[in-house]
Each structure stands twice: as structure tokens, then as C-alpha cells.
């Protein structure tokens, strides 16, 4: 499955695309473990990777960043976004990109939260426009140790970094996490509850949650998560593999979030990062409703784009194919040239 039919019929990307919008001159930082296979030019641009940190091993600029093949989960994360060829598409496949290591996959402990804060502090300083982060803590490796949900409060050093990198006209996209199925903790993961981000869900084809997208409220009267995008079977490109699977998670919804902001921020230049969040939220598919799992829905860039090609008179903006999104019976559709299609691209009977 390509990841064009995610961009045409769930994020309403693809009509961007089409208009030439890719993400050029928008710099995307991607904070997360492994990545693997990443500098190969025989799989990704790398005139288009702009820098590689390791905040693990101190070093602030390593092309061998990780020697094991296993952690790739930060390669898969973004190829999302850059890959490009005839079997996947990426969301912003003409932006630059940061790629910051913080994440150690043989141990998990409290103090990797003061880490990915110092991650999203070096992205904020090397100006990245808007921060991806697939990662997530809720429960350690130390017996009984797990996240109780009065931290879920935004006072953790990642979730105030992510803030503050907000504050500083950075979109940041934190994964909502996956434990939605667990027993032992469901909740939004750190540091999705940061405040002023996007903490993003995850649906199914049909555009109801998955089991795994980890539930809100958290521990303030904040609305968590923000946004959800498809986060089953969604293709990824896998450097150990050297060929296009797929994989399940908010940690691929993710980024397919941040690549689609870096489309409409090349579009409309015009708009604070807080403003593109603002409207991002707003063209979720159940909008002004929210739901604890899945917040307002899914983001439509097309939406967006042609919303505020009216509403600010841009009427040098390129024209766009008309579509809509729909719901009906609680299942959502899509309408072009009058005919009605499901999420997956499908004419519906």
C-alpha cells in the first residue's frame, strides 16, 4: 500500500503535493532511538539530512549513529516523511531533517525524560521548524516504577522543553503512545502532555481508534491527545530489510503529521507555529468534538489550505482539487467529483 493513498483520501495532503508543496525550506527534527541505515545515500537524500546528534554516546555529529540494526525505530520514523519512490510516498519528502538520538533501547529509566528534554533543547537551538518525537515513558525497568497520573501535569523537563521549543515558533508532534491495550498504564504517555503541541492518536482505515492509542485526560484541563492520523499498516522503509513493510503506532502517525505541517507551512508561510497548531486542530474530521482517545480527529491540509486561501484573500494561492471529507453513521468518507470513497481509497457500494 502506498503511502499516496494516505495522503489523498485520511490527510488531505496529496492536492498539496500536487501543487508543489513538499516541505522545501522547512527543517523537520526527529527525536527518537535508533537510525539505522540512515546515512545511506543509496536509501535516503542525504544532502537533505543536515545533521546527526547522539546524546547518548556525546556526539554531536555522528554518520554512524547506532551500529545495531535493531535499532532502526528512528530511521522507520522517518522515512515516513523523506522516502520517496515508486512504493512509498513520504509526507514531506523536500524538507531538511535533524535527527537526534536520545533513547536507549536496552534500558528504560526516569532520567532518558532528561535526555529527550535536552533533544528537544538542541532542535529548538539548531531551528528546526517543527519537532517529531515517537517517544514515550510510562512505565521503567525499576520494580513498581510507572508514571502516576498527577505527573501527567506538564511539569516533567521534556514536556516543559517541548513548551518552551513551542513557545519559540516550533511545531512540535509528540506521540500519544501505545498503551491503550495495557493493563498496567492506558494513559498518554510523557511527554505528550506537554501543553501547546500536537500530541497525536491513532485510527484505523475507518477512522476509529486503534486498540493500542493511549487514552487522555491527563492530570490538567487540557485536552489530550490533540489530533490522530492512520496508525495501522502504514508503510515504512526499513534499511535492515532494504525494502518498504509496514508497521503499527502513534509513533508512525506521528511524524506523518509533522511532514504534512511542513506542507502547509511552505504554503502558508504567513502563520506562527501556534497558529498552524491551532488550525490543524481545528480541520480534525470531529471537530469541535473531542474524544479521549482520538482528540478532534484527523488533520485535512486541503482543508486548511483552501480555508485560509478565503478567509486571508490569497487568492494567488494555486486552486486545489475539490474534495470533502464526510461522516456518516459514525464512518468517515470521502467525496470527490461526487463519489463516495472510504479512507482506503475504496468506492463505496
Not at 501505545?178 to 503541541?197: F, H, L, M, Q, R
Not at 468517515?332 to 461526487?338: F, S, V
Request: proline share 5%; charged share 25%.
Amino acid at each position: 500500500m502506498k503511502l499516496l493513498f494516505i495522503l489523498s483520501w485520511i490527510l488531505g495532503l496529496q492536492p498539496l503535493h500536487e501543487a508543489g508543496y513538499r516541505g522545501e525550506g522547512i527543517t523537520i527534527a526527529v527525536i527518537d532511538c535508533g537510525f539505522f541505515g540512515a546515512d545511506s545515500a543509496a536509501f535516503f537524500p542525504q544532502d537533505q539530512i543536515v545533521g546527526i546528534y547522539d546524546l547518548i554516546e556525546e556526539e554531536y555529529r555522528s554518520y554512524e549513529i547506532t551500529a545495531q540494526s535493531y535499532d532502526n525505530h528512528g530511521t522507520l520514523c522517518m522515512s515516513t516523511m523523506l522516502y520517496e519512490s515508486d512504493e512509498l510516498h513520504g509526507t514531506a519528502p523536500e524538507a531538511k531533517y535533524i535527527l537526534i538520538r536520545t533513547e536507549d533501547l536496552d534500558n528504560e529509566y526516569r532520567g532518558e525524560i532528561d535526555r529527550l528534554a535536552k533533544g528537544i533543547r538542541l532542535a529548538d537551538e539548531l531551528g528546526a521548524d517543527i519537532i517529531s518525537i515517537s517517544l514515550g515513558y510510562s512505565v521503567f525497568d525499576v520494580p513498581d516504577a510507572i508514571i502516576k497520573f498527577e505527573e501527567l501535569d506538564g511539569s516533567s523537563s521534556a514536556a516543559k522543553a517541548a513548551t518552551e521549543a513551542a513557545r519559540h515558533n516550533r511545531l512540535v508532534c509528540i506521540a500519544a503512545g501505545n498503551e491503550g491495550n495495557k493493563t498496567e498504564y492506558k494513559n498518554i504517555t510523557i511527554p505528550g502532555d506537554a501543553d501547546s503541541v500536537l500530541t497525536v492518536g491513532a485510527v484505523k482505515e475507518d477512522s476509529t481508534a486503534t486498540s493500542f492509542t493511549s487514552y487522555g485526560p491527563i492530570a490538567v484541563d487540557r485536552p489530550k491527545p490533540e489530533i490522530s492520523s492512520l496508525g495501522v499498516k502504514i508503510p515504512v522503509f526499513d534499511p535492515v530489510m532494504r525494502g518498504v513493510r509496514t508497521g503499527n503506532g502513534t509513533s508512525f502517525a506521528t511524524p506523518m503529521v509533522a511532514g504534512m505541517a511542513a506542507c502547509l507551512w511552505q504554503a502558508l508561510p504567513h502563520l506562527t507555529a501556534m497558529q498552524l497548531r491551532e488550525k490543524i486542530i481545528q480541520s480534525g474530521h470531529l471537530y469541535p468534538n473531542h474524544d479521549i482517545r482520538i482528540g478532534y480527529g484527523i488533520p485535512d491540509a486541503w482543508k486548511i489550505y483552501l480555508s485560509e486561501k478565503k478567509e486571508t484573500g490569497l487568492y494567488d494561492l494555486p486552486d486545489l482539487h475539490q474534495r470533502e471529507k464526510v461522516l456518516i453513521n459514525g464512518q468517515l468518507y470521502i467525496i470527490i467529483d461526487g463519489v463516495r470513497y472510504l479512507p482506503t481509497g475504496q468506492k463505496a457500494g
